[in-house]
């Protein structure tokens, strides 16, 4: 009996030391992006290029993706307001019908944006990917983030740790219910991200490099 109690003790004690690395990183985050972020077209600084992070359209309901719609909405925004002259599109194309880039280009199209303003990166699996590549593949070390709040900090922070200069123009986002898991998932990429970081961990590809121009 006591030698399960022990157990017991020692697995609460792992389990608190967890949600307080959670925390702690998620507070990191926070703190080292503060003031980097913006929501309104007015206040941000321009730049030559908008790094527009890729989803979904649709969640699976079918329904139209609210996180994708929002986005799509932010980036419309900064380049009908001259704050960015060109978006590179950034997401996954894992499969011949699953094509994050495409999708969002020819939405982006649709509302106005011209077929040459817009770059694609088909590689961005993750947003380490993205950002990593934004800078090697397309040669760019200041940029414009273009997501929700969460995922522009996250974005930042890998940012500003291989040597770029980058702000986030936030997205609008959901209401709790709609991203309450999306937020739990958060928490846990950025512990994931931090690790990343300290190991070095590397794009799933590399290739040529490509000029924005």
Request: aromatic share 10%; glycine share 8%.
């Amino acid at each position: 009996m006591k030698k399960l109690r022990k157990m017991i003790q020692i697995f609460f004690i792992l389990i608190l030391v967890l949600v307080i690395i959670i925390f702690s990183v998620d507070f990191l985050v926070n703190k080292d992006t503060e003031g980097s972020t913006f929501s309104s077209v007015e206040r941000i600084a321009s730049q030559k290029v908008g790094l527009l992070l890729g989803t979904s359209k649709y969640i699976r309901r079918g329904e139209l993706n609210k996180y994708y719609e929002n986005r799509i909405d932010a980036a419309v925004a900064l380049y009908k307001a001259g704050k960015i002259n060109y978006i590179l599109v950034s997401g996954d194309n894992g499969t011949l019908e699953y094509n994050e880039p495409i999708t969002m280009k020819n939405d982006l199209i649709e509302r106005g944006v011209q077929e040459e303003c817009i770059y694609l990166d088909y590689a961005g699996f993750r947003t380490l990917d993205s950002v990593v590549r934004c800078k090697e593949i397309f040669g760019q070390t200041e940029i414009i983030v273009i997501s929700q709040k969460w995922h522009n900090q996250r974005a930042i922070y890998i940012a500003e740790s291989k040597g770029m200069k980058a702000t986030g123009f936030n997205a609008k986002d959901v209401s709790v219910s709609y991203g309450f898991k999306t937020q739990m998932r958060e928490k846990l990429a950025r512990c994931k991200m931090v690790l990343d970081l300290m190991f070095g961990k590397r794009p799933k590809f590399g290739g040529e490099k490509i000029e924005i121009e």
